[in-house]
């Protein structure tokens, strides 16, 4: 269904401000910025998006309970470096945000070659780049390089030096509602914390932030989807545990999810289904994949990746998959100085943009219809919708077999993606019978009962700006 | 199950005057009869059929509601040329009723090569042969014909005579019912609105008349089967939207119902599954294609085709599906004058009756049986069951291994065609262990309550001379 | 999951007793024993068996109505032979308890050959060979040898003997019941009636007395299983359907049963499933024999084979499959004498062990989790299990992903073993986690109701000696 002038289309479709936005860019912007899962890099990265998209703020203060979990300390980062005893720089945090293990405590002094190795972290198999690696709850400190710079490093001794600090602060996420008609909502989320890494971070936050401006435009224009759009910005792990915590009672509204990651290099997509399965967010990304041109593999449901594990663990199970092109731990740059601004490209970006906000616009338009008589096929040709098909060709426009699907489907207990998987064709063209058979008072929309949403439901009032 | 030479009994064993039945014959014998929706030519035709079975004519007058629909006006043709203006007739629709476009209105006088070319039909890929066009509610007029014919027309003027009416009368169905021990029914119907066309019309009118004749002269033995059988020859769409709306308090007696058309062509058998896909109908035909020698496809349902569109709309969804050889719109002689009495065979038909008949076999004898004393492997040999059925090798008698499977399974949850399917074996093999289970008194059947069935159950009271 | 190893380790895991148990050995002891339906080679083999397991023999009188059926007169066999007039012995059960056929009456006279034909039983097509037959309720008899034998016999007349008695006495099983934590129990069932057959029967009962050894053994070292096991060795049909008969009020309590036979050849596993197909041991034989590197294939239920079907009877239903490696009447040696004690092997029997032991280990072991605090996943780190699982290194230790499997699992809605199937991993390694997550006070046994057994549930009370 997604064929590459759609996806343009689409990348291009997502209102003025997203017309200009320009993906890669956002990314190369984001790239030096030192995130980690707390402190002055997430705030940094959310301050660039807040420009873009409005965006609500939170912070956590360290030590508050959080489901199993207590929200650690918050680690700030200024400057690391080895250097020789002559003065020499070797590795410095100022060249490089991987340089220094994540979470690192503060240290300074002289060190011998064999006491500093046992906080040196290397691929020796791949000596040329640096690794990213991290000890949130270690209390330790790490430098990590390429595997040459520390073969070449033979003094004795090093003087090192890490300016960080470990201490009560808090953790931060950022939050954008757009509301819709109904109280239920999908839910966007992407990671924040991972220094400089761009397809595994970046592209996921780019393409968010690309739906947001969309939807901010839409908002704008005075448009009102069915559903509601909530976007996540937000440290993985612990910051979707934090969010989880204090939004448990408001979980009833999503209706489905995704988490947006690894969307910037050149491989095939692949979305790695939610626990339940066969929820709606994952018959959607499968009939869009399904109908387009992009190469495409659907995974299972496996309690390791990204933040859908959380969405998706016990007690909470929500409709919640992962789209990603790259999977995570699987391409030689995952994790590495190599998933870099070069790894990612802007068609890429722009196509998993278009792939994204097609899934959402199919889970926002499925909706289920009734026929107004309530049984048999309806005389079409005394209301002109022979004619008024036959007259269009595009190939969105509904065919007359399309019409045929949807008013013999249309009973109330079929969706319009229902139909659509029944059919074989694309959503669209069932969306446009529908508008015909709409238009024709031939059916009408069976209201959905809010009563199956949460107690709570998500609204404007609790996001003043959206 | 259905070899060849079973085939060819259950054709011949369709009763006595069945037996003597010409299928083809008969086909030839409507083939000139120019049917309509409406009008003389369904009345003659069930005039026809009602030589051999016992049919109640039904007639709506035009202008009554039903459904979204209204009943047409009624037309009649009489004649219909186009000539040259000296006289010379080169179409005439008493040679070929397909040469005039069905409801077209009456028209007389001397119009251009040029005013003509928008009336007239043609295929100018196959230029010998005559297309098949209606226009029930487009109040136009038109010629078909070979495009050759309308190649050799180059005078500037043509003199053109329609003589028909399109006027208020009434749509005319026939109907017959064979009533059953319960209250539920079998439904076969067959569209009787196709003018010279023989697969597509009068193949399944043809193969609906013997499964009659067979009804009738089991009736006249005194035999009863379990369900009713419901011959519906009806107008296609129209006819068929007219019996719903009339009928619509009785549906709930429809058990299964098969629509039959194109049974006459030399291919492989079709079976389009009803709406539901599962329901009876379609597992019954499945076993007995399955089983069978002949080669065949099951199909799944799809809103276009024959009248199972109309019984499977949403509000009815009745479980009814469409055997067929050739597939509507697949074949070359599709609507054209090449669907004629050459295309269809004898033996073709013969086979087509047979598996309908075995379908309906299945149907009717798919009951379900419990263990007189509710559980165990009861002791055959005891009552010589073991000997009586080690006497037997015809292939429709129960092996010891069916009589296992039967007991095993007389569970009061499995009905006999369950059995069969979980055997693996045909249908009759399981009802003749069953009828050995039976008078062993090992098992009894279990009653099927008529709560489930509508209110206003059919029954002979409606239908006083079946 | 049971590669060679871990099967020999099974093998040799039975307990103390059972590490010595000498299963061919003890096929060979029980090999030469005349067993048919009742009588004293019944008693005798049950003797052996009951010196290394705790049996309770049960006896029901002849005519004592079972069911469907009544329980047989005993027979008792001491000596049979076919003599020349000149007194030579040429055919003697002493020689062979293949060689009379099972239940014949008392015969003892001089007969000509032909009338001798009419009770003699060979295999012409495998001359050398002894054929295995029976005749319960025939009230004949015969003689059963090698057709070489019988085509040697070139008199006119010979002298028969069978000194046999068919009168009033009992039906024999032996059963032992080994209490678990629950009421719930695994039954396990042997058929005792074969005469020298060693695959078909030997095989089954060396298997199931290696279970009581092990059991035993557990016992004596104050160990408790979650469930009970009950062993059941029993003559086919009449036996089975006579404990069924006096057991019915308690079957409630079984759930899950293996019929063991045929467990001694080389060839690969067969499991044929229950008649319900994917109960708990339906899956268990399909997680262990999927996860080992025997060759196996799983079979559907039918209603032939061995004990299963009595299980598996309407009314009864119960979930209990048939684990074989060659299956019944498929391998040529089945019911000759070439089923002999050659034909098994140590090898097989002690692999058939392992792997029953791995199937009963299973289902015991199928037990479901819930998260301590509901939701959520749990922090691992301050909890030591990253330290924890990283150390263990051997193939039977929870991996972190086996425990992220078995957290995200916990939801009072996944037992192990649908996790282990979800997780593709051996049942063995999500026990693994499990002990790790709930020693951690992560989660919680979620408690079997006993409301859902029958109402007299076997226990300890009923078999003082278990």
Known sequence: MLDRETAREAAGDTGGAAGRFDLHGFCRTLYPIARSITGPGVRE??????????????????????????????????????????????????????HVMGYSVPVSGVFSRAALAAHVHT???????????TGYYA????????????????????????????????????????PGEEAGEVLVSAHVCHPSLANDNLSGIAVATALGIAARAAQERGERRRLGLRLLFVPATIGTIAWLAQNEARLGAIRAGLVLTCLGDAGPFHYKRSRQGTALVDRAVAHVLGGGEAAHALLPFTPDGYDERQYCSPGFDLPVGCLMRGVHGRFPEYHTSEDNCDFITQGALEQSLATTQAVIDVID??????????????????????????????????????????????DGAHSLLEMAERAGVPFARLQAAARLAQAAGLVGRVAVSDAIIADTPLGAKDFPHA
């Open 45 to 98: 990265t959310l301050g660039h998006v807040a420009r873009h998209v409005p965006l609500e703020i939170h912070e956590v203060a360290s030590g508050t309970p959080v489901l199993d979990w207590h929200v650690p300390e918050e680690w700030s980062i200024r400057a690391a470096t080895i250097r020789s005893l002559s003065g020499e720089v070797l590795v410095d945090f100022a060249a490089h945000s991987l």
């Open 123 to 133: 691929l020796p198999e791949r000596p040329g780049i640096i690794p990213y690696r």
């Open 139 to 178: 209390r330790d400190w790490g430098f990590c390089m390429a595997h040459e710079t520390w073969e070449r490093m033979r003094d004795a001794e090093y003087r090192v030096e890490i300016d960080s600090t470990l201490a009560p602060g808090s953790l931060t996420w950022g939050e954008a509602f757009f």
């Open 365 to 410: 338009g499925d909706v289920t219809f009734l026929r107004t008589d309530g049984r048999g096929e309806p005389q079409l040709g005394r209301r002109g919708l022979y004619r008024a098909i036959s007259g269009q060709t595009t190939s969105a426009a509904a065919s007359q077999m399309d019409l045929m699907w949807f008013l013999n489907l249309a």
